[in-house]
């Protein structure tokens, strides 16, 4: 029986490639409909279930759509997309939905929609019809259905062909855009009833036989000249007007959604308008302007039309972020909401297969299925993904396999993608549905005995000719190989590679993959063996390539000249020899470090070959504590050499791992290094994503990653094929271990013991080595530096000594002192070496403990000497390069003998109450400590210091003290610190003491003290000692004087206070006698002012006025306490302000009297004051002058006082 005889209809009928949007005749429409197939529409739990099927595609869109529409407003973004594999049916999808939304009706006056809802035989039929019922109950819909790759003009944007496939859609004119945009412009000035009747008036006939003609913009211009005489004044000048003109492709998205709104307005009121556009992705994917012009027409139609009017696009992409898609594409996701959108997927490919194509005679499938059972093994086996194959999988798609659908589209997506000659013909891939067409007419795979499958040499047959040209030729040279070695296997597995070579970024092209590939007859057992050899013969021809990554692949004339330049270089000795040292290293990275004291002891990795590296470094972390193994990639030697030769002092502390066979090893090598080298030579000029020369590189990458590989291996076989050696003693790898990482891990293991018979491994942090620089007292140390432990300290009477009594550091100070002075890095490297094998922490501790101990003296460049851990500088010991540098010396030298210590112990505990350990860092840190309080004790002085009378001298001793206190504190090295103080203890005694006795003495009390005394002496004794005081207070001034004078006037100042209180009760009491007599005087005055004549006559208010001068004017401003005026001059001061006063209040009582009608007074003033009188003669004369100038007053009737 014949393949072609299981189908119920005939297989090699004509299938158009594409579904043509232009084609929408009754019986073209008809033909489309009854081919059309309505996948999925089962409920969730039957087995041909399916989320993606056409009908829940139409369902979840028909309903998302009515939802939209039930929005107030309309829908924001009336736009759904439709995506889908080429060969999937979206455009069917969308022809036929806009169509049936056209109202569309078929021969016989059947509407489309209910022919398009017949398709649908799944159980959920009822579904779909619902779902179309509710979304056009409602609305009056109205398509405009086209293909935009076919209607564009150049450069036109989507809304412009939209709105001329609307204008011929609603009866404009099809031949002018001009006259159908005219036409637009006429109804809306509701001239257009009236152009009508012009038309047929002009030209006897009606407009709908004009519109189309070629003429028509002749016959438009004629008539609107007679309709509008006055605005055409000839029957040309419409058209003469508007030569030339372009306008309808320049238009803004906005303004052809109004266009589109008023034609409605104007010719379909009412009603719902549907676009519906094909392969709108692949006219904007390249073009941003197009997508962004696109974007705004989305959005103008949701803003202006409200829901009257959408737009249905198709694309083969789906708008979400992915490998293949244009950016402008991915911008368009946010103009088609994701509940409007609708994917085609691969199931629905395969259903549409199986029911347009492949369906089988009802008779004939227990034929099929008894064929099935009875190869089911061997196509698990053999067949592409034949594992996974059903029995219904078999008989339905049969002659392909289930695998083979998804493996095709990736194939020809891989194609589209890849293949130059594909990116602007969209036709030359065809569909699944074409593509199997295509094999049962031009292959004759009908007239096949059934049992044959359909293989990727025939898929090959059929696509070969969208194959780059490059690959092409590459294949064309293959297939005469083929030829002439007469292997027809060979050619099939040619075409084979060709092909999954496209799919390689998902699935590596492994021989297994070839032959399941190519696996044709049932029953044919297994391939692999044979393609194997085919596809090495191809290798080894150049004809295919290699890579571990992606597997075989075609090899391009630019790959076989790639391949030709890296086999023909010539890698060095000295290249091989770096690249197997290098991969050495790699594989010491995975091996366990061996433990001592449970401490992992690092590696030292030494290489040597037969060439020139000689104890060459390739793993090294630089420490001193090491397990050396000894790589020796060298011939010729064997265990009669090494054996004695591992037991020398030069091989003595290491293992010597000499190789076994080299040759695997410098074949890996050599591809090592001539991949390298072609990487290194291209990757300059490696080229854009997707050509050539790109993917050469990328191979030969991944080629240099097989390599490394491959390399590793034979470096770890060749080294567990030779021998381990260790002071004189040899085993095999094999015996210690099973790989390359387990023997030398576990051979490092058995002889790290006897390298370090005594290893000193303890853990001594950075904390606990602290503890001896911060702190003097040495109450709780770490057990780390007991006595049991690194031996640093001893307790001795509850008391903890740095003695350095440990193996460690007793060792560390002979050695310095059998050199002479060590360096750190020669300490470190000495006793972190076999046998001895310290850690670097515990050197380091030991020393820090010498140091704090006074038995070694340290010199770091460009700090200085250190003898103590409390100096500065010290912390440096810390780090590893400070250690390094430090130079050791012995100290022989002892900065105080036992009596200074006893001394400057008792100085801190006497006189600053601290008790000191006999040690210099004690004392160092006590010096720290104390002597900067004592600056501030001094500091604290000095400011009550200066409340003293000015004359107070300070004390030189404390000068003394403070000079003692910088000299003590200015080094902050412990030795030179406890020398100055042992240089300054007397000053320091001294002016301690003289501190302690000032701070009790100089008390607030004291100084008020000496300043009232300074203030007596300076100012009120003076005054006193002018009026003859008494005895007692010349005694007392005396006393005061002598006292201020003294040379610490501060002291007893108890005695002073009953003087200073003498003295100014003198002074008080006398300047209290001056002021009650003052005041008496002033009353007199006062009661001689009343008996005035006509001082009765005033009022009260007058009498105020007189008075208020006498007793304001005379008050003395002063009291008993005061020293101003001075006493001396107070009686003096007093009575010039009485007359003053008194003169005042006459004149105030002579103006008031004056007012009321008294004679005017008037002073007459004698200035007898100095004048002699010798004779009574003179005498006379003086009286005759007063007596002249008083009559001259009186007559002229003044009163005349004298004065």
Request: hydrophobic residues 40%; proline residues 4%; neutral net charge.
């Amino acid at each position: 029986m014949l393949i072609g005889d299981l189908f119920e209809r005939d297989v090699t009928r004509a299938i158009p490639p594409v579904v043509y949007f232009h084609e929408q005749e009754p019986a073209e429409l008809k033909r489309e409909v009854e081919e059309y197939i309505i996948t999925g529409g089962y409920p969730a739990r039957d087995p041909r279930a399916t989320e993606g099927g056409i009908h829940e595609q139409f369902v979840r869109l028909l309903t998302a759509m009515h939802r939209e529409l039930q929005k107030p407003g309309g829908p924001e973004l009336p736009a759904c997309w439709i995506s889908g594999f080429y060969g999937s049916g979206k455009s069917s999808f969308a022809k036929l939905l806009g169509l049936s939304l056209d109202g569309r009706t078929l021969p016989g006056g059947r509407p489309l929609a209910e022919a398009l809802l017949a398709q649908d035989h799944s159980p959920g039929a009822p579904d779909l019809r619902a779902a179309w019922q509710r979304m056009v109950s409602g609305i009056q819909p109205v398509a405009v259905v086209f293909d935009v790759g076919s209607k564009a003009r150049d450069d036109e944007h989507i809304h412009a062909v939209v709105v001329r496939q609307l204008q011929h859609r609603l009866g404009y004119s099809t031949t002018s855009n001009l006259v159908a945009e005219y036409e637009l412009k006429l109804e809306l000035e509701g001239l257009h009833a009236g152009f009508m009747d012009k038309v047929l008036e002009v030209h006897r006939k009606p407009w709908g036989q004009l519109k189309d003609s070629q003429l028509v913009e002749d016959y438009f211009s004629a008539a609107l000249h007679a309709l509008q005489p006055d605005l055409f004044t000839h029957s040309m000048a419409w058209v003469d007007s508007r030569s030339g003109s372009r306008f309808e492709g320049k238009r803004s998205a906005d303004e052809a959604v109004q266009a589109i709104q008023h034609m409605m307005d104007q010719r379909c009121p009412g009603r719902t308008l549907f676009f519906v556009v094909d392969e709108v992705s692949q006219y904007v994917h390249d073009d941003d302007d197009r997508m962004l012009a696109l974007q705004s027409f989305v959005a103008a139609l949701g803003q202006r039309m409200k829901g009257k009017a959408w737009l249905l696009a198709t694309g083969q992409q789906k708008l979400e972020e992915g490998t293949g898609v244009a950016a402008p594409i991915l911008k368009l996701k946010d103009r088609f909401p994701p509940s409007l959108r609708v994917h085609l997927g691969t199931s629905n490919i395969r259903d549409v297969v199986h029911k347009r194509l492949l369906r089988k005679k009802r008779l004939l499938e227990p034929d099929l299925k008894g064929l099935f059972h009875a190869h089911r093994s061997e196509i698990a086996l053999y067949a592409y993904r034949g594992d996974e194959i059903s029995e219904t999988d078999f008989v339905e798609i049969y002659p392909m396999l289930p695998g083979h659908i998804d493996l095709l589209l990736d194939i020809t997506t891989g194609l589209r993608s890849r293949s130059a000659r594909t990116q602007g013909d969209a036709h030359a891939i065809r569909g699944l549905l074409q593509l199997l067409g295509d094999l049962f007419r031009e292959r004759d795979l009908a007239r096949y005995e059934v049992g044959r499958l359909i293989t990727l040499d025939l898929i090959y047959d059929v696509l070969h000719s969208a194959l780059d040209n490059g690959v092409q030729m590459t294949i064309t040279r293959a297939l005469d190989l083929c030829s002439r070695r007469e292997s027809p296997l060979m050619a099939r597995v040619v075409k084979a590679v060709a092909l999954l070579e496209l799919v390689q970024d998902h699935q590596k092209t492994s021989a297994e993959l070839v032959a399941r590939c190519l696996y044709e007859v049932l029953g044919q057992g297994n391939l692999l063996p044979e393609v194997q050899k085919a596809l090495d013969v191809l290798v080894g021809e150049g004809l295919l390539g290699y890579s571990e990554k992606t597997g075989y692949k075609i090899e391009s004339s630019a790959g076989q000249e790639w391949q030709r330049e890296r086999d023909g270089y010539a890698p060095s000795a000295e290249q091989l020899s770096e690249k197997i040292a290098r991969a050495l290293e790699q594989l010491l990275g995975g091996v366990d470090k061996p433990t001592l004291q449970g401490t992992s002891i690092p590696w030292l990795a030494l290489f040597s070959d037969s060439v020139r590296a000689k104890d060459v470094h390739i793993k090294d972390e630089r420490k001193h504590t090491v397990v050396t193994v000894d790589f020796q990639f060298t011939k010729g030697a064997g265990a009669e050499q090494w054996v004695p030769r591992s037991d020398t002092q030069a091989y003595r502390d290491r293992i010597v791992w000499v190789v076994g066979s080299v040759d695997a090893v410098q074949h890996a090598a050599r591809k090592l290094v001539r991949s390298e080298r072609m990487i290194e030579l291209n990757s300059h000029r490696q080229g854009t994503p997707g050509d050539e020369r790109h993917r050469l590189l990328m191979d030969e990458r991944t080629r240099l990653e097989a390599a490394q590989r491959e390399l590793a291996e034979a470096v770890k076989g060749a080294f567990m094929a030779g021998q381990l050696y260790f002071r004189g003693r040899e085993r095999s790898p094999r015996d210690v271990g099973a790989t390359f990482s387990a023997a030398l891990a576990a051979f490092a293991g058995q002889i790290v013991s006897e390298l370090y018979p005594h290893p000193m491994m303890l853990s001594v942090s950075e904390k606990e080595i602290l503890y001896l620089i911060e702190n003097a007292e040495l109450t709780a140390p770490p057990p780390v530096l007991g006595q049991e432990r690194l031996g640093l300290l001893s307790l001795d009477a509850g008391r903890y000594e740095v003695t350095c009594t440990g193996r460690v550091p007793t060792d560390i100070l002979a050695y310095v002192r059998e050199h002479g002075g060590i360096t750190g890095s020669t300490l470190l490297a000495h006793f972190g070496a076999p046998p001895h094998g310290v850690a670097p922490d515990v050197v380091r501790a030991a020393v820090v403990g010498l140091l704090r101990g006074r038995k070694v003296r340290i010199e770091i460049a460009g700090i200085g000497e250190i003898t103590s851990p409390r100096d500065e500088g010290a912390r440096e010991l810390l780090k590893e390069a400070g250690l390094r540098k430090a130079k050791l010396t012995e100290n022989t030298v002892e900065a105080l003998t036992p009596r200074d210590r006893n001394a400057i112990c008792a100085l801190f505990r006497d006189l600053l109450g601290k008790d000191v350990a006999r040690d210099n860092d004690a004392i160092a840190d006590a010096v720290a400590e104390r002597f900067a309080r004592v600056r501030e004790r001094l500091t604290e002085l000095g400011e009550r210091f200066r409340r003293l009378p000015k004359d107070t001298a300070y004390p030189a001793t404390l000068t003394r003290l403070e000079g003692a206190l910088e000299a003590c504190r200015r080094d902050r090295r412990v030795e030179p610190t406890v020398l100055a103080v042992k240089r300054s203890l007397n000053v320091l005694r001294d002016g301690l003491t003289l501190l302690r006795r000032m701070e009790t003495d100089l008390t607030d009390g004291a100084i008020d003290v000496l300043r009232q005394a300074e203030d007596a002496l300076n100012h009120t004794w003076p005054g006193l000692a002018a009026l003859s005081p008494s005895e007692d207070a010349r005694a007392a001034a005396g006393a005061v004087e002598a006292h201020l004078r003294a040379e610490r006037p501060w002291e007893d100042t108890a005695e002073l206070q009953p003087r200073v209180e003498l003295l100014r009760g003198e002074y008080r009491a006398r300047r209290r006698a001056l002021l009650d007599a003052h005041a008496r005087e002033v009353d007199l005055a006062v009661e001689r002012l009343k008996r005035r004549s006509g001082f009765e006559r005033l009022d009260p208010d007058q009498r105020h006025q007189v008075l208020r001068h006498l007793r304001e004017g005379a008050a003395p401003n002063t009291d008993e306490r005061a020293v101003a005026p001075a006493l001396e001059v107070l009686e003096g001061l007093l009575a010039a302000r009485r007359e003053a006063a008194e003169a005042r209040a006459l004149a105030q009582l002579d103006t008031l009297l004056e007012g009321l009608g008294a004679t005017p007074v008037v002073e007459v003033a004698l200035d007898l004051g100095g004048r002699e009188i010798d004779s009574a003669a003179a005498l006379d004369r003086l009286l005759d002058e007063i007596r002249r100038r008083v009559l001259h007053e009186l007559d002229a009737r003044h009163r005349v006082r004298l004065r």
